[in-house]
């Protein structure tokens, strides 16, 4: 089985949807599309690529369509208010208006963040042999139930790596390391062009770099 067809199979079945949806409603069937999770991108077109947050699935024919607009008009005014229809969407979606812009670490979480960025470094050069690119790891007060969080590059952002405080401050700093080993294996399956998933890729890599190959990390429940 090839890797494309691999992760053909894992697709659920909403995003199909989305993506034939944009292609029925006009969209050059030359542009390929990618569906994303992450909080700051909501549409972005470039390379041949246009990417789109998963939260328009649910979204009308008139907004889908503006983002096929907005794929369709390089630049000018066309491409302004397909862009404006479509934040406005963003932001009446349950939970992303708060999301839509990048959090800052605070200035009182700066050590932690130059801690995290310290153990990138060291990180990348134990296990990935020194080849992901260098990063400056956030903190994030925002994440509640996340322990950390991984932001895919995009035409507006460079990609970065999010740890919550919540999960500095209460669970122990190998439990940290482990988290951030996590969203690095994600750096490196976007650095190297592989799909970013908690696919089989995903725990290969995981269980190479000795951390627990399952997907979902939340803040454990304490009694
Ligand atoms: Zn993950």
């Known amino acids: 089985m090839t890797a494309a067809v691999q992760l053909g ?13 944009l292609y029925r409603l006009g969209l050059d069937p030359n542009v390929r599309v990618s569906l994303t ?21 649910t979204a009308g024919d008139e907004v889908v369509g503006a983002i096929v607009r907005f794929a369709r008009a390089k630049r000018g005014v066309g ?25 800052a670490t605070h200035p009182d979480d700066e050590s932690y963040a130059t801690r995290l960025t ?11 042999g020194g080849a992901l690119k260098p990063m400056t790891i956030r903190v994030s007060r925002r994440m509640k139930r996340k322990l950390g969080h991984y932001s895919l590059a995009s035409a507006e952002h460079p990609a970065d790596i999010a740890i919550g405080r919540r999960h500095i401050r209460r669970d122990a700093w190998e439990d940290v390391i482990h988290t951030l080993l996590h969203e ?12 970013v998933a908690h696919d089989r890729a995903f725990r290969a890599k995981a269980r190479a770099v ?5 997907a979902v990390l939340r803040v454990p429940v304490r009694r």
């Open 184 to 195: 690095m294996v994600h750096q490196w399956q976007q650095e190297a062009g592989l799909r």
């Open 210 to 214: 000795g951390i627990d190959p399952r």
């Open 37 to 57: 999770d992450n909080g700051t991108t909501m549409v972005s077109f470039g390379d041949g690529w246009l990417r789109v947050h998963r939260g328009y699935s």
């Open 118 to 128: 310290e153990a990138h470094a060291e990180l990348n050069a134990q296990f990935f």
């Open 79 to 103: 491409r302004s208010e397909a862009r404006r229809l479509l934040l406005s969407y963003a932001s009446v979606l349950p939970g992303r208006r708060a999301r839509l812009r990048r959090e």
């Open 9 to 21: 199979l894992e697709l659920p079945a909403g995003e199909e949807d989305l993506s034939s949806r």
